[in-house]
C-alpha cells in the first residue's frame, strides 16, 4: 500500500476502508473481509454507531496494531466542549478497544469548534492520537482554526468524487500542509457515476471498472480515498488501483465532469447548520 506522509512525520496509507452507512450487524463481517483484502485504513465516526464492531474486527483479525491506521471522528459536544471532547474520545476508544488512534478528526465544523480542537491538540500532545485533524470544514473555517491555533490539522476529510473535484481547495490545503481526504469517493452513484460514459472509456482502455478509475484518479492526485463496501469482492477490486496510471489527457478529460458543487448538502445552508449543530449521540 502506498502512503503519504502527514505535517508531524505520520505515515497514512493512500487507501483505505470506510464503514460509512454499514450497519452495525454487518461491519464486523465487512471490515475483517477488508482487512483480509488487504485494507489497512480503517475509517470510521462515533455518529456511524459501528465503532464497537470495528473493534472486534480489528481485535479478532491477529493484525498487529503497529500494521492499522484507525481514524474515527468526534461529533460536536455540549459545554464545557473541551471536558466532553476528552470524555467522547475516551468512549471511543473504549468501544473500539484501542489504547490510542492514528488519527483523530473533529466530523463537523460547528459548536465550540476551539474548545474541541484545544482537546483534541491536548490529546495529539499525550500521543493518544497520533495525527488529528478535521472534516467538511471549507476553506474559510479551515484556515481560521489554523491561524488561531497552536497545532495545525493534519487531514482534513471532505466531499470529493469527479463531480466536485475540490482541485483549489486541494491547493490551499497543500500550502498550509494539511492532506486532503475524500469522503464520498463514488458520490454514492449519483449523476449516474457508474453508467459514465468518459469513465466507462477510459476503464475499457486499461481493463478497469470505473470504480477503479475513480480511485486511481483519487489516489494520483494525492487524495485519501476510503471507498465502502459490504462485498469482498468489490473490497478486493476497489484495493486493486496501483498497476496502471492515468495519463494527463485523462486527468484533463475527467476534470470536465466537475461541477463545482455539494451533490449532498452545504455546509452554509442554516437548514443544514441547524440540524447537525443541534444533533447530539445518545453515547
Given amino acids: 500500500m502506498r502512503t503519504v506522509t502527514l505535517n508531524n512525520g505520520v505515515e497514512m496509507p493512500l ?5 460509512y452507512q454499514i450497519p452495525a450487524e454487518d ?16 475509517d470510521t465516526a ?15 483479525s491477529g ?3 503497529d500494521d492499522l491506521f484507525v481514524t474515527t471522528k468526534l461529533w460536536v459536544q455540549d459545554a464545557p466542549a473541551q471536558d466532553n471532547t476528552h470524555r467522547a474520545f475516551e468512549t471511543s476508544l473504549a468501544k473500539l478497544g484501542l489504547d490510542h488512534l492514528d488519527l483523530y478528526l473533529m466530523h463537523q465544523p460547528f459548536g465550540d469548534v476551539y474548545g474541541q480542537w484545544r482537546a483534541m491538540e491536548d490529546i495529539h500532545r499525550e500521543r493518544r492520537a497520533r495525527a488529528i485533524g478535521v472534516a467538511n470544514f471549507y476553506p474559510d473555517r479551515l484556515v ?7 497545532i495545525t490539522p493534519q487531514v482534513n476529510q471532505i466531499e470529493t468524487h469527479p463531480f466536485f473535484q475540490r482541485a483549489a481547495y486541494q491547493d490551499l490545503m497543500r500550502e498550509h500542509g494539511v ?14 457515476l457508474f453508467g459514465n460514459p468518459l469513465l466507462a472509456g477510459i ?15 483519487l489516489t494520483q492526485r494525492g487524495v485519501v480515498a476510503i471507498p465502502k463496501s459490504v462485498r469482498a469482492e468489490r473490497m478486493a477490486e476497489n484495493i ?19 461541477t463545482g458543487g455539494s451533490l449532498f448538502f452545504d455546509h452554509h445552508d442554516p437548514e443544514i447548520v441547524t440540524w447537525l449543530a443541534k444533533r447530539r449521540l445518545d453515547a
Fill in 46 to 60: 462515533a455518529a456511524y454507531g459501528n465503532e464497537e464492531a470495528v473493534g472486534r474486527a480489528i481485535g479478532s
Fill in 203 to 217: 476503464g475499457e482502455e486499461y481493463g478497469k471498472s470505473v470504480a477503479q478509475v475513480v480511485l486511481r484518479w
Fill in 144 to 150: 481560521d482554526l489554523i491561524v488561531n491555533n497552536e
Fill in 179 to 192: 492532506r486532503i481526504q475524500s469522503w464520498g469517493g463514488f458520490a454514492e452513484g449519483r449523476n449516474d
Fill in 240 to 258: 486493486d488501483v496501483f498497476d496502471f496510471r492515468l495519463t494527463d489527457e485523462q486527468m484533463a478529460r475527467i476534470a470536465t465532469l466537475d
Fill in 63 to 65: 493484525i498487529p496494531r
Fill in 27 to 42: 461491519t464486523e463481517r465487512a471490515v475483517s473481509e477488508a482487512l483480509a483484502a488487504g485494507y489497512r485504513l480503517l
Fill in 15 to 19: 487507501l483505505g476502508f470506510g464503514v
